[in-house]
């Protein structure tokens, strides 16, 4: 069987275990590139997909407080 060398939004939100819209969103973030079809379709590919694959492998994860704290559920509902 061949290897893809470009995939559709859709099979390159599959091959990443991750939707659509946030294909879309990794797009307009700029971490990862797509080619626009004559008609408007985007096209990425393998090697783009492969190159976020691998830069993303050093983010870090937000270190944001939840907001379900205990202490804004304690100020918020009176639950303590």
Known sequence: MEEKITFTTREAAKYLGISSS?????EKQGLISA???????????RESIEKYLQESQSF????????FKKGNIVRKFGVM
Do not use: D, V
């Open 60 to 67: 870090e994860a937000p270190q944001n407080p939840s907001r």
């Open 35 to 45: 080619i626009k079809t004559p008609g408007g379709q985007r096209r990425f590919s």
């Open 22 to 26: 946030t294909i879309y969103r990794m």
